[in-house]
């Protein structure tokens, strides 16, 4: 009867340090860094705008890194970001993205371009919706990234 009642405690002080260490492990996890919504919108931006330098240079292999970059932080907001309004009408930006991927596989210019503004007045169209008219996204026009040459194999 003894060793019944000493197994039955056993199990009780193991249930609360069970408890204990899950409850730190919790609070642990809440005080975690989590990316906001606006890390991943201008991660995305960066990514969009190194697209379009790598598809203008026919650069393929970077433009193939580029537009999965950016699905990436589209994961990243489905994920983290679940309770954000403007998660819910992120998958509008899927069918853009996958012609974009295709015109990447096919090494098609003309296709790319039409998909890239596709992309891009999505991206406005979602803005617009979640009453962000203010953040417009644009076809860039100058190379913001003095630092990385676009080229074709231009570091060999």
């Known amino acids: 009867m003894i060793f019944i009642i000493m197994s039955c405690s056993n199990q009780n002080d193991n249930s609360i340090l069970l408890q204990k260490r899950i409850e730190s492990l919790e609070k642990k996890l809440e005080e975690s860094y989590k990316p906001g919504f606006g890390e991943f919108m201008s991660g995305i931006q960066l990514h969009h705008i190194k697209l379009w330098f790598a598809a203008q ?12 970059e950016i ?6 907001i489905q994920k983290y970001e679940t309770d954000r309004k403007e998660t819910q009408k992120i998958s509008m930006i899927l069918a853009p993205i996958d012609s974009v991927n295709n015109a ?3 090494e098609d210019e003309a296709m790319f371009k039409r998909s890239y503004t596709l992309l891009t007045n999505t991206c ?4 617009r919706s979640n ?3 203010f953040n417009v996204v644009k076809i860039p026009e100058g190379n ?10 231009a570091g060999k």
């Not at 240079?57 to 999965?68: M, P, T, V, Y």
């Not at 406005?124 to 803005?127: G, L």
């Not at 990234?145 to 074709?152: A, E, I």
């Open 124 to 127: 406005n169209n979602c803005h």
């Open 144 to 153: 913001p990234f003095g630092n990385q040459d676009f080229r074709v194999n």
């Open 131 to 133: 009453e962000f008219e």
């Open 104 to 106: 990447i596989k096919n």
């Open 57 to 68: 240079q026919h650069n393929w292999k970077l433009a193939d890194f580029e537009i999965h």
């Open 71 to 76: 699905m990436e932080a589209i994961d990243g």
